[in-house]
């Protein structure tokens, strides 16, 4: 088949990965070098010590070849995931305020650009983890608030809404079916219908399908 | 819907009680008596397919029509109210959604809803998406734990999901383990 | 891409303000939108014949430029070749989009062939090439049918595309699906005589039918 089933409305984990890496991040050159032609956004001249902003997919790739340090953004830092991870626990029925693909941005940063961090990595690391968990049992709370005509899902980044859509958008389309089942009733005249429901109107025989 | 659908081709083939509204030549051998007639209020059960087409089509009699006023249109047999749908039964699940066996019928979402097409039930519709959801999110905390679900309650629950919820089971835990791999990962 | 195109192409280059690098960025995302959509949205959207034209030739350039440089590598400095490595990284991901873009529509062309077939409107999606694939496939399927099985059914039984009596034949994308899509305005939209508020930014798990029309707006975008 041209797309697994699996694939099919949804993405994998790298995939999100991917379109996060389109992300643009703060470096500081540590050489100058010469831009570059693209296909899509150019590549700037980049110059020692001056800062410029590139998608994080070439911030990576030039961090690893020692060509510059990335500047964290403020929300990879101890005190700022701290505060949201209060706010999730103050208010028990709302995601705090994370970037919108808070975890593939921090998980790249810490993987290739660790010393680039003021506070510790591993703090850091292990104050997303307790984020991701906090916030995966709010998620998976508000399933069973799941019907069949819509639900909100304010303040979830791409990469937790990915996690969980196989699940709910296969509950949400069981339980639409169900319920449109009762519109065939509704809407259409058919022989079968009529004749289904003689069978109710028949009061005799008490084992004859009856609703309550 | 889609008609190379095998799991709605399965469900169609899943049975349904009914009683036969009239008698029928040669028709026995549906109840294990070939050669012989079926006799009317005879009851058995026959696959969906089958049950739908023969409740649906009408038997439409001229004569009948002149002598009796009060003509009705008749149908070959009448669907019997299923255990699955019994009072006793859905009495079970307002009380325990959990606990409930599912796995005897094994489509019995899709069921329910052939039968809604049918009756339009809306008591039911609502009932059972009410379980479906409280069982849906049950299996939902199990698929995100998978190293604890093969134990006591459950596995007896894991042993009581019909297929739908099975395979749903599997996407969700699918999804679930491919973020883990991915966030474990070490960089190369 | 034929001459026309890119007659105008270079008529637009010369329009004042026109910026060719704010259009390649603009380009590359308009892509990924594209490929996002195709893959979360149950129907087949039309085929973003312009875009991807002008991505083909960029794309082509690029692949002619690292060819030239790979020759005479041996000389090159190191900066030269980080360069090529940082061209090549770009060409990959641009390259991943397009493919996945293709796929995705294929195995929605694979799926809906009948439908899109019986349907000028849905035909009009296709690509010339899309259009074509979808009818030597059709065509080799229905060889495969006739060859295996349908040969030996009574002719009354071997038609494909019955849509009376029942289930259709022809599968139809179900446009009742539900989808998360994500308001960038504020809107209202009915499921099942319920009104729902859009509120701007706000996420939402309904029925693509319902924000089909504001889908194609961009008043809310599929996540």
């Known amino acids: 088949m041209s797309l697994p089933k699996s694939y099919q409305q949804n993405f994998s984990p790298q995939e999100i990965n991917f379109l996060a890496e389109q992300e643009l991040v703060t470096v500081i050159p540590r050489y100058s070098m010469n831009g570059a032609q693209l296909i899509g956004a150019k590549m700037p001249k980049l110059r020692a010590l001056n800062r410029e902003q590139i998608p994080l997919w070439l911030a990576t790739l030039l961090k690893k070849q020692e060509k510059c340090n990335i500047v964290v953004p403020e929300w990879l830092s101890v005190e700022y995931l701290r505060v949201r991870y209060d706010e999730e626990i103050k208010y028990p029925s709302k995601f705090s305020n994370l970037p919108w693909h808070w975890l593939p941005i921090a998980k790249k940063l810490l993987d290739y650009a660790s010393d680039d961090f003021i506070d510790p990595p591993h703090e850091i690391r292990s104050l997303l983890q307790d984020l991701r968990e906090v916030r995966l049992v709010k998620a998976r709370k508000g399933i069973r608030e799941l019907n069949h005509v819509y639900i909100q899902l304010d303040g979830l980044s791409l990469m937790e809404i990915n996690e969980i859509r196989p699940f709910i958008l296969e509950v949400m389309d069981q339980l639409r079916k169900m319920n449109d089942s009762l519109k065939v009733k509704a809407e259409e005249e058919m022989p079968r219908q009529a004749a289904a429901q003689m069978d109710r109107d028949e009061d005799s025989d008490d084992d004859i399908y009856q609703k309550e | 819907m889609s008609y190379y659908d095998i799991d709605d081709i399965l469900a169609d083939s899943q049975k349904l009680p009914c009683k036969f509204s009239i008698t029928i030549p040669g028709l026995g051998y549906l109840n294990g008596e070939p050669g012989c007639p079926i006799k009317e209020n005879v009851r058995l059960e026959l696959p969906i397919w089958l049950a739908e087409i023969l409740a649906i089509c009408s038997i439409s009699n001229s004569s009948d029509y002149e002598e009796n006023d009060e003509y009705r249109e008749t149908t070959f047999l009448k669907l019997l109210e299923p255990e699955f749908f019994s009072p006793v039964f859905l009495n079970f699940i307002k009380s325990d959604a959990l606990r409930l066996n599912l796995n005897p019928y094994m489509f019995y979402y899709r069921i329910v809803t052939k039968w809604s097409n049918m009756f339009g039930d809306a008591e039911l519709v609502e009932l059972i998406s009410k379980a479906l959801v409280d069982r849906a999110s049950e299996l939902n905390d199990l698929s995100f734990k998978l190293n604890d679900h093969f134990r006591g309650g459950n596995l007896e629950f894991m042993n009581n999901l019909d297929s739908y919820e099975k395979q749903l089971f599997k996407n969700s835990h699918k999804s679930y383990k491919d973020l883990k791999i991915w966030w474990l990962k070490k960089p190369n | ?223």
Do not use: C
Request: charged share 35%; aromatic share 8%.
């Open chain 3, 1 to 223: 891409m034929n001459f026309d195109d890119i007659l105008k192409e270079f008529e637009a280059s010369k329009r004042p303000g026109y910026n060719e690098d704010e259009r390649r960025a603009e380009d590359v995302r308009l892509l990924v939108d594209a490929w996002v959509k195709e893959r979360t949205v149950p129907e087949l959207l039309p085929y973003e014949q312009e875009l991807i034209d002008r991505i083909l030739i960029r794309i082509r350039k690029q692949i002619e430029l690292i060819e030239m440089n790979s020759i005479e590598l041996q000389t090159h400095e190191r900066e030269i070749k980080l360069r090529l490595v940082v061209i090549e990284s770009e060409l990959d991901r641009v390259q991943f989009i397009i493919r996945s873009y293709t796929r995705t529509r294929l195995q929605k062309i694979d799926k809906y062939s009948l439908y899109i077939r019986s349907n000028d409107k849905e035909t009009a999606k296709l690509s010339n090439n899309e259009f074509a694939y979808m009818e030597r496939h059709l065509e080799l399927l229905l060889e495969l049918y006739n060859s295996q099985f349908m040969k030996n059914l009574p002719e009354s039984l071997q038609a494909i595309d019955e849509t009376g009596g029942g289930v259709s034949m022809i599968d139809e994308p179900d446009l009742d699906r539900p989808v998360f899509v994500q308001a960038t305005a504020e809107n209202v939209v009915e499921v099942d005589d319920e009104e729902i508020e859009l509120t701007k930014n706000g996420i939402y798990v309904v029925r693509y039918r319902a924000v089909k029309d504001l889908v194609e707006t961009g008043d809310v975008r599929v996540l």
